[in-house]
């Protein structure tokens, strides 16, 4: 048998695998990646500070649940492109309600909303943990990650559901109520609980985002272990490959030609529209500060992104082999096969011919295959922050992303060689040429 991932992908995997477990939340996708920044020479900008002392190098910026990172090759003038790799770092979940401490007939409950498009079965007979991040009194925030099984949104028995496999319905106010004990609602005992786990006092704890992580591992799948499966790889690996391809072009001796940027956005599974989302202010101002950082004017701001590019990279649909049917016929991803060029004339995705060439040629150069994808025409098509970052930059931006199945589950899959190949070519990609 050989083996179908060297022991190079087993490394990469395995340190995203990782990162994955160790962010069950956007806030702490941020903290992954800022650490991950940090040990590669990285340094952390606050949005309230002046920019202006020492702009080479690497730097990031992080607001609530995203992280805009970029690395200034030395001497390189203002006005130098920017080659932006466009992420996301929320997850379709289930979040905390502002007063969650209900019940019914005995037991005691957690009130959540759903937060995205949640394919609400893959939550059930789940083992749930808590995690996101504390607003404290004094202002200050604290993350908290409780790793137990701590919660679970029961599945109604099949004897008291006999039609339960001619479709399930789940209503999404009554039957997608965790449990977590006997003895009817207590209120605050949430709160109370979750302040103890991060080391906070209850009283102090005045607002939360707070949301539900299946505490199963992640892992591998297979005859060959070629596949991955975990939470949230929609949009980890992404996020995961960016920072890795930042870290490389700033590591390596032949400093990138352009400006590479990170940009992990947050809210995207519900529509971009927030402080941090990709419809906000929050990419155009930092890009636009870190010019001003190295002496430049608005002309410079300008000219760097008249020639920038941007790849937008986001998980996609690997053919299923139980409904190929959905899938148009010639365009049908496999996993392990490279990244995937998404395109949709109706600009769902942002790809163009020019996109496409840019990113088919960084596949080229970093050796990686790729594959074409478009949806079968009488099927609705996803969309990510490209087109948003597109229509708000005015940038030539080209979708791309890694082919799973079981997108938006509480635990998806996809293969074991695709994150690395796709932090080779986004490698490849942000250095520019
Ligand atoms: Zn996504």
Not at 103 to 117: D, K
Not at 234 to 244: F, P
Not at 299 to 318: I, K, Q, Y
Request: hydrophobic share 40%; aromatic share 6%.
């Amino acid at each position: 048998m050989s083996p179908t991932h060297d022991t190079r992908d087993r490394g990469h995997n395995d340190d995203l695998l990782a990162f994955v477990r160790a962010s069950p939340s956007p806030y702490h996708v941020v903290a992954s990646a800022a650490q991950r920044l940090e040990k590669a020479g990285f340094a952390e900008l606050r949005e309230r500070d002046d920019w202006t002392a020492g702009a080479e190098g690497g730097r990031y910026v992080v607001r609530g649940g995203a992280l805009l990172a970029w690395y200034v090759p030395p001497g390189a003038p203002a006005y130098t492109p920017f080659r932006i790799v466009g992420t996301h770092t929320d997850s379709p979940n289930l979040r905390v309600k502002p007063a969650p401490d209900t019940g019914s007939a005995g037991w005691r409950q957690i009130g959540v909303e759903i937060y995205g498009g949640v394919p609400l079965n893959t939550w059930l007979d789940r083992d749930l943990g808590v995690s996101g991040r504390l607003a404290l009194r004094d202002g200050s925030t604290r993350l908290v990650r409780v790793d137990k099984p701590l919660l679970r949104v029961p599945q109604l028995a099949i004897h008291l559901d006999r039609t339960v496999n001619e479709g399930l319905a789940l209503d999404r106010q009554r039957h997608m109520t965790p449990l977590w004990a006997l003895g009817g609602p207590r209120p605050g005992a949430l709160l109370a609980r979750i302040a103890d786990e991060a080391g906070a006092d209850a009283a102090d704890v005045l607002g939360w985002d707070l949301m539900l992580h299946d505490v199963q591992s992640p892992g591998y799948l297979g005859a060959e272990e070629e596949f991955i499966v975990a939470p949230r790889l929609d949009n980890q690996i992404s996020v995961h490959a960016g920072v890795t391809a930042l870290v490389a072009a700033a590591g390596s001796r032949r400093p990138p030609a352009q400006v590479p940027v990170l940009a992990a956005f947050d809210h995207e599974e519900v529509g971009s529209g927030s402080d941090s989302g990709a419809q906000g202010p929050f990419l155009e101002r930092v890009l636009s500060r870190s010019v001003t950082a190295r002496g430049g004017g608005p002309e410079d701001f300008e000219r760097a992104l008249a020639g920038a590019l941007c790849v937008s990279s986001d998980m996609t649909h690997a053919v299923h082999p139980n409904y190929a049917e959905r899938h148009d016929p010639d365009h049908r991803p496999l996993p392990n096969g490279g990244p995937v060029i998404k395109v949709n004339v109706n600009q769902r995705y942002a790809t163009d011919g020019v996109g496409a060439a840019a990113f088919a040629a960084a596949c080229e150069r970093a050796g990686v295959p790729w594959q074409p994808f478009v949806s079968h025409n009488a099927m609705p098509c996803g969309t990510s922050i490209g087109p948003i970052t597109a229509a708000r930059l005015g940038v030539t931006t080209v979708d791309v992303g890694v082919a799973g199945l079981s997108m938006h589950s509480a635990r998806e899959l996809c293969g074991a060689r695709d994150p690395e190949l796709l932090a080779r070519v986004l490698t490849e990609f942000v250095r520019g040429s």
